[in-house]
């Protein structure tokens, strides 16, 4: 096998194979599901909408991928709910099934100075979430632009609990990039605390996966690449992972 081909069999078990369309359906999330090809590899998560969650966890169910955890999205894309909004979207996309949280920091509020609103959207969210569902944080590090911020960020996430660092919603100009990711991994180190970091948006090929692999080796050594502290948030990565994995098989 070559590292090309490590790297693509490496990212589906590391991928959050995500839709958060407004256009989604109960179909389309189906659809989404049969996507996936145990054969060549199961992703770790199926991240959808909260209204969702029923359905990839029965579309998981049935084609006896239980192991797949669901992950949905609170305070998105925008960052800017009531925190008691923030909290109540929170237990009901548990009530539901939601094994992970991904939540979205009111990052304008960072931008303008206000670091506590942060913090407590961060520790509200891991209060609600206890022991029934991990939290995943997203600071918007496209939007947060400055080095100082994106480490500021990740600095507040982890204080407030967060199990995950995440680097941006896919709903923005600039999403995931290695410059991001490597202030969010060395902040990530360190505080010395065991969490983990997900590069969500505009991974799109192996080739990219690679890059984010390569770094994350650099900086967090190998046993940092698995499911519990490496995510890829894409929707579009499975395709050419598959096809790279499909090519290893003939």
Known sequence: MTQHQKDAALAVALMDLTSLNTSD??????????????????????????????????????????HVKVATVTNFPTGDAPISDVINETLI????????????????????????????????????????????????????????????????????????VKTSTGKVAVNATLESTKIMLSAIKNTGKHVGFKAAGGVKTVADASDYLALARAIMGDDYLQANTFRFGASSLLNDVYKVLNETQQ
């Open 25 to 66: 359906t109960t179909k389309s999330i189906q659809a989404l599901v049969d996507s996936i090809n145990p054969t060549l590899g199961t992703p770790a998560a199926v991240c959808v909408y909260s209204d969702f969650v029923d359905d990839a966890k029965i579309a998981l169910a049935a084609r006896e991928l239980n």
């Open 93 to 164: 996309a548990i009530e539901r099934g939601a094994d992970e949280i991904d939540l979205v920091i009111p990052y304008k509020k960072l931008i303008a100075g206000d670091a506590q609103t942060v913090l407590n959207y961060v520790s509200e969210s891991k209060k609600a979430c206890g022991s029934r569902a991990q939290l995943k944080v997203i600071i918007e590090s496209g939007e947060l632009k400055t080095d100082a911020l994106i480490n500021q960020a990740t600095e507040l996430a982890i204080e407030g609990g967060a199990d995950f």
